[in-house]
């Protein structure tokens, strides 16, 4: 689909402002007639309130001097030397963009950031975690696997949505990417709602889990930190009374935080080399020490003495989640 230097229509699904690689964006879906409409990203933060108040107000709007996108998850580019501004009627009125229903199967085949909605049954539920999104606020994250005849998928289940072991629900999603595997994550205007039993064969709620056997060939500590036990995000290693927290600039006993310890390992599983990242607590394990009261040096040549090891891991991360015995 060709890309015109400039649109009229109305601004829809205006996403919360994401950092990039060189600068922050926000998405958005932009209809350009009564049964069309088009992703477009935009890399101009200071135009977001104008899209979210003619998103608000279903008003149309005009788009200049927008551009082609090479990603898959977009259609155009608005950028700094894009204009934005009103426009008068359009010919056909504002219709929020229909959420399609698909099934597990289908959402291999979708698009980044394709909204659509499921009807799954809940087959396994880690445990909830909070999260620090971009905003720098801190969310529950609760990860999830779902299923139905098709097939089963990681869901990703932001709050307020809370999801039970063995219900059934419909739940409007969109479709993410990580480690070039699809996963559905819930959104601030998803429905979530429950359904009538949705049957999903025995045996797929492990889809990700993985095993690898064999020698750890290779070792590294990527990264020693503490956990402030405010924000939860990482404070360099010290050997200070007193830790102070460079997000939040929360003040706290260094005895009193937790410490933690990020290990790459590379594991010879019959000929193939599996890259496998470890915390602490899983290497500890792996080594029958208490890995956090060692030197680093001293952690990674313990892992190459190791006899040969049986690692679950999760494939969606590629990290491993439990040792063997």
């Known amino acids: 689909m060709e890309t015109p230097s400039e649109m009229s229509g109305y601004v829809h699904n ?47 709007c005009k788009i ?15 950028n700094e030397k894009s204009s934005v501004e009103s426009t008068a009627d359009v010919g056909f009125p504002a219709k929020r ?8 199967k289908d959402i291999s085949y979708l698009s980044v950031n394709d909204v659509v909605r499921v009807n799954v049954k809940v087959l396994s539920i880690d445990k909830t975690e909070k999260v620090t999104v971009n905003s720098g606020d801190e969310r529950e994250k609760t990860d999830v696997i779902v299923g139905d005849t098709s097939g089963a998928v990681r869901l990703c289940v932001w709050q307020p949505h809370v999801l039970e072991l063995g219900r059934s629900y419909g ?6 990417l990580f480690a070039r595997r699809r996963f559905l994550s819930t959104f601030p205007e998803s429905v979530v709602n429950e359904v009538g039993p949705i049957y999903a064969p025995d045996g797929i709620q492990q889809i990700d889990q993985v095993r690898a056997t ?19 995000r990482k404070i360099d290693p010290t050997e200070t009374k ?3 927290c460079p ?12 410490e933690e310890m990020i290990v790459k390992v590379v594991v010879d599983d019959h000929g193939k080399h599996v890259h496998l990242t ?22 990674e040549e313990k892992l190459l003495e190791q006899e040969e090891v049986e690692l679950m891991y999760d494939a969606f991360s590629n990290t491993v989640n439990s040792v063997g015995d």
């Open 14 to 60: 205006v996403s919360p402002m994401k950092d990039g690689a060189k600068s922050k964006f926000f998405r958005f879906d932009f209809q350009t007639s009564e049964d069309e409409s088009r992703k477009g990203i935009c890399f101009s933060p200071q135009k977001r309130s104008f899209f979210c108040e003619k998103e608000q107000s279903s008003s149309p």
């Open 278 to 299: 470890c915390f602490s607590s899983i290497v500890s394990t792996i080594i029958g020490e208490d890995s956090l009261a060692m030197k680093s040096d001293d952690v």
């Open 247 to 258: 997000h939040c600039n929360m003040k706290q006993l260094r005895e009193r935080s937790k």
């Open 242 to 244: 007193f830790l102070c």
């Open 64 to 78: 200049s001097k927008v551009s082609s996108c090479s990603m898959r998850s977009s259609d155009f580019v608005v």
């Open 171 to 176: 739940v409007d999603a969109k479709v993410k």
């Open 97 to 104: 963009p229909s959420i399609r229903s698909v099934s597990v």
């Open 214 to 232: 064999g020698t750890i060939i290779g070792s590294q500590v990527l990264s020693r930190f503490y956990k402030c036990n405010s924000c939860k």
